[in-house]
């Protein structure tokens, strides 16, 4: 059964609570390595399109911490990682129905200071202070809705669109 998938214009107010509670279950884990974070994606922007998934990035000095150890603890809260052709990074889902594979947080771990981390970072600034960029990246989702459930179309066009906004603002300040 595929994941249901719709969107919606979100109130980050919202799902801020939630990302502070999984940030604190997340940091309770014993023997984390210790990590900054930050609240991305859809949840984080009000207004934005998007589905009601928290995304989170998480970042370590050394992604090779998160080895299978630290993946297990994951997993004893919910968390699965999640099969991408992404490098520099590792996903996990945290899966509210495995029938419908609905999940509800989405956890990016990302190495600091790698070209990744910069990006998810400088996009993330992009849409929260630039009108132009969130309004184009919202029309981006209302015009490629449909292929999401075809989810590795999708998200190799979501790829395009980002690298062509990252590369094209090369004047930007980047934080």
């Known amino acids: 059964m595929k994941r249901n998938i719709s969107i919606k214009k979100l ?10 509670e999984e940030i604190k279950k997340i940091k309770d884990i014993p023997k984390m390595p210790s990590f900054t974070y930050e609240h991305i994606g859809s949840t984080a922007i009000n207004n934005s ?9 998480i970042v370590v000095e050394n992604l090779h911490e998160i080895n299978n150890f630290d993946e297990k603890r994951l997993n004893n809260m919910g968390y699965h990682r999640f099969a991408h052709k ?4 590792i996903s996990y889902c945290k899966i509210k129905d495995f029938t419908k594979m609905d999940y509800n ?3 990016f771990i990302a190495q600091k200071d790698t070209d ?8 993330n600034y ?5 009108n132009k960029i969130f309004e184009d990246y919202q029309n981006f989702k209302k015009e490629n809705f ?3 459930s075809n989810s590795k179309e999708y998200i190799k ?3 395009i669109f980002i690298k062509k906004i990252l590369n094209g603002d090369k004047n930007a300040k980047r934080t």
């Open 126 to 130: 992009l849409l929260k202070n630039n």
């Open 105 to 107: 947080i989405k956890l």
């Open 11 to 20: 109130n980050n107010l919202s799902f801020k609570n939630n990302f502070l």
């Open 86 to 89: 992404g490098k520099g990074f």
């Open 157 to 159: 066009k979501r790829d």
């Open 49 to 57: 399109l998007g589905e009601e998934i928290i995304d989170i990035l």
């Open 146 to 148: 449909n292929l999401k």
């Open 116 to 123: 990744i981390h910069k990006n998810f970072i400088f996009f």
